[in-house]
Structures are given as structure tokens and as C-alpha cells.
């Protein structure tokens, strides 16, 4: 599937001076120390032959007791591991869709829901709102149900919006579900980054039992591990089973090395991941304030990586009718990387990381980021 970031990105490369740290939620920060020297001892005492299918019995006990730190009873039947949390959404709509069945998500959306179910010969129903950046609301959800409607799939917090489910629209969302005999697919590779007030009820704490509610985590944002490419399902055990089988078939368990070092992410201090969060947070105060003095219309997120920016206002203003065009016209003139909202079913918005850029390059990314969005709006060429 082609996609308007491709155009951003061959821009870019034309360009003697690209910045393309506004593009992904790649963290900054170094992982644990814990989990560093998991990873050294694993690498040197680990078996190397293929792990269980449904993952390191240990590592599934270590993510059930994270989730028990959290208040979610958990058991390790309930967990299957997986090649990060796209590989997991992948399997979950495997073993949900027949061709022609239907998944509901919410527009914006993270890209590889739509894509994945395609692929998989479904049907993705966007079910958009009005101001561009809220998730589900049930009235609007309803709506679009059919016979042919399995389950609904969102990111809380959202990728790309930062919207953050509350515990009374996470308790709704449930109930509906459970009406509707639909499954609640709930991407929670945000979950540690979460913000804003009344976001600490998830979804399964109003589904102990995982009947209606599917988790699909990662690894790799909390800890800053988007290279081990480790995540996980937890789901009800029969689900489970079905979801392990699939994996099996198609792909393999996730590597032995990387799964073994996780066992140790329970020794990991809290206090990591709220030092982390509190960081990422600071940064987007910072990227908001820059984005909105260039004079885009945005907000703080709720939780999760990244600003999410209305330019509609400002497209005419720069010669242009689509932010596809809008975004690589940037990068083409000023080397700056930002993600075009088509991408996430969002004419009209770009996407703004605020975790890649790294320490020592952070105030100086901000500064040139305000000069050359104003340059650009005000039609000089930095070039």
C-alpha cells in the first residue's frame, strides 16, 4: 500500500539538511539497566532452539504479574507472546475474520488496522468524528454494526490523536461490545504513557475475564525496546489457543534471546517508567507550544508520543488543496518530516513526534522546526 509518507520521504532525501526526528515514536531514552543486562546474561547462557509457541512460560508469568501490578487479574494461559504488537493485531483479526467480515475502527487511525484487515480479506469501517481527534463514542459506534461486524479495534492512548479512553467511556465501550457479541480489541502500546485525569481504568478492569476484551501490548515504547520487536496478547484462554496456533503456522514464536531477558522487565523500578513519562510529557508541552506559535491549530495529547495538528486553515495559505502535498512541499524546501494525516484516514492533519529527536538535539530540532514552519507558511524559501 502506498503511502503519502513515501512522498514525504523522497522530499526529504532531495534535501541537503533533512530532519526526519518529527516522524517516529522511536523513544530517546535508554531502556532499563535491568533489562540491558538481561540481555547480556540471556545472550550467554540462553538455549537458542525455537521457544514454546505460545511463548517462555516465565516471560508470560513476568507480564501477568506486571498486569496484577495494575489491578488486572492475569494468568499466563491468558498471554501468548508475540513479534510486537502489529504481529499480534495481525493474528487477533486472523482468527476473528472470515472474508467479508467486518472490524470497526475509529478515524484518525494507527494504519495497520485497515491494512491488516484487508489483507486478511475483511472489510475495515471507519467510523470517523466530527473534530478529528476523539475515539468511540458508543452512539456513533452503533451505528455502524452489521451481521458481519466482529470486533472494533482502537489505540488508547491513540495513534496518531493522543485521545485517551476515560474510565466511564472504557466501561461503555464494554458493555456495547458485550451486547453486540463483539470482541473490544484494545491497542494499549501507549498504556504506560497516559496523562490526563480519569485514564487509569482500562477497559479490562471492567472485563476481568477477557470474555469481550482482546490486550494487545508491547514492549517497546515503555521500555525503549522497538528493536527486540517483543509484545504480547492477552486474551481469554480458548482465544488463546486459537491465536497461538495461527502464530505458529505462519510465523514462528518471537526470538528465545529477547524473550528470556524480558522475564526480568518486573525488576525494572516504577519509577522508570514514570521518569519516562514525565519526560515525554514535558516534550510535548514543548512541541505543542511550538507547533501552535507557528500557527497550527492543536492541543495537548491525553497520553501516548505525538502532537496532532490541524492545518486545514493553513493549506490554501501555502498553495496547496491536500496535507499530502502540504507535508513533502515542507521537506522538499525546508527539510522538515512531518506525517501526512491521509495516512491515518485524516485529510487535513499532519503527525508530530516528540520522542525521537535525541537530548543533546532537542532544543536546537525546536527551534529550527518554529523557524522553518513560519518561513514556509509565510511562503520563503529556506533553500
Not at 467510523?127 to 454494526?145: C, M, N, Q, T, W
Not at 491521509?342 to 532537542?362: K, M
Not at 527551534?367 to 524559501?381: A, K, V, W
Amino acid at each position: 500500500m502506498k503511502r503519502t509518507l513515501d512522498r514525504v520521504l523522497e522530499a526529504l532525501n532531495a534535501h541537503p539538511d533533512p530532519d526526519r526526528s518529527w516522524l517516529v515514536g522511536s523513544p530517546w531514552f535508554e531502556p532499563p539497566n535491568e533489562l540491558r543486562r538481561a540481555m547480556q546474561s540471556a545472550a550467554s547462557v540462553s538455549s537458542f532452539d525455537y521457544p514454546p509457541p505460545q511463548g517462555i512460560a516465565e516471560l508470560r508469568g513476568a507480564v501477568a504479574e506486571l498486569h496484577r501490578r495494575d489491578g488486572l487479574a492475569l494468568e499466563p494461559e491468558n498471554v501468548l507472546i508475540t513479534h510486537g504488537a502489529k504481529s499480534g493485531l495481525l493474528a487477533v483479526f486472523g482468527c476473528l475474520l472470515q472474508p467479508g467480515d467486518e472490524i470497526l475502527h475509529p478515524a484518525p487511525c494507527y494504519p495497520a488496522y485497515p491494512a491488516a484487515v484487508t489483507a486478511l480479506g475483511g472489510t475495515p469501517v471507519a467510523v470517523p468524528h466530527e473534530d478529528g481527534r476523539s475515539l468511540f463514542e458508543p452512539v456513533a459506534l452503533e451505528a455502524h454494526i452489521t451481521s458481519r461486524t466482529r470486533a472494533l479495534v482502537l489505540s488508547s492512548p491513540a495513534n496518531p490523536t493522543g485521545a485517551t479512553l476515560t474510565g466511564d467511556q472504557a466501561r461503555a465501550l464494554v458493555e456495547l461490545c458485550r451486547e453486540h457479541g463483539l470482541r473490544l480489541v484494545c491497542d494499549e502500546a501507549y498504556e504506560a504513557f497516559r496523562f490526563a485525569p480519569d485514564t487509569d481504568r482500562l477497559p479490562a478492569h471492567w472485563d476481568p475475564d477477557l470474555e469481550t476484551v482482546v490486550q494487545v501490548r508491547s514492549f517497546s515504547k515503555t521500555y525503549a525496546l522497538c528493536g527486540w520487536r517483543i509484545g504480547y496478547v492477552a486474551a481469554d484462554p480458548a482465544l488463546i489457543r486459537r491465536l497461538t496456533a495461527w502464530q505458529t503456522a505462519l510465523l514462528n514464536p518471537p526470538n528465545s534471546i529477547a524473550q528470556q531477558a524480558l522475564i526480568s522487565a518486573p525488576a525494572v523500578p516504577p519509577s522508570f517508567i514514570q521518569e519516562a513519562g514525565h519526560r515525554v510529557r514535558n516534550r510535548l508541552d514543548e512541541l505543542v507550544a511550538v507547533l501552535a506559535d507557528a500557527g497550527l491549530g492543536t492541543e495537548l495529547p491525553q497520553g501516548g508520543f505525538y502532537v496532532w495538528a490541524d492545518v486545514r486553515s493553513r493549506l490554501a495559505a501555502t498553495g496547496h488543496t491536500d496535507t499530502a502535498a502540504w507535508c513533502a512541499d515542507l521537506a522538499r524546501r525546508h527539510g522538515i518530516g512531518l506525517w501526512p494525516g491521509e495516512d491515518f484516514l485524516a485529510p487535513g492533519w499532519v503527525r508530530a513526534s516528540a520522542v525521537a529527536c535525541t537530548e543533546a538535539d532537542w532544543e536546537p530540532a525546536l527551534d529550527r522546526l518554529g523557524t522553518e514552519l513560519r518561513s514556509f507558511m509565510n511562503g520563503r524559501n529556506s533553500r
